[in-house]
């Protein structure tokens, strides 16, 4: 998953529009609509502010972005291990389910 697909997943279950976190994080909306469809890669003070907004911390998002490609080969059985658990942590932690990551991972 994309981090922007991830951005998307919780200003959805924020239940908050576009519109307003691109306003709360000072962005334009057409700004934010790229870095959720994946034309730009956010910014490392961009991701900060998101991060106050959806009170999520920046390391949530970039970990239900890795994948087991980008994982190197000798510790993707270990990945394979303990990867489902603690996204399943991450999102109850974070309120949000793995049922709306599945849902924004085939919404693609």
Do not use: W
């Amino acid at each position: 998953m994309e981090i922007g697909e991830v951005i998307k997943m919780f200003i959805k279950k924020r239940k908050l529009s576009q519109g307003q976190v691109a306003k709360d994080i000072g962005k334009s909306r057409t700004a934010l609509s790229q870095i959720i469809n994946g034309a730009y890669k956010p910014l490392p003070e961009t991701l900060e502010s998101l991060s106050k907004v959806l009170n999520v911390p920046v390391p949530v998002f970039h970990f239900l972005c890795i994948d087991e490609e980008s994982v190197p080969p000798e510790n993707r059985a270990l990945f394979r291990a303990l990867a489902p658990s603690m996204e399943r942590y991450l999102l109850d932690v974070f309120n949000t389910s793995p049922e709306d990551l599945e849902i924004e991972k085939k919404a693609l």
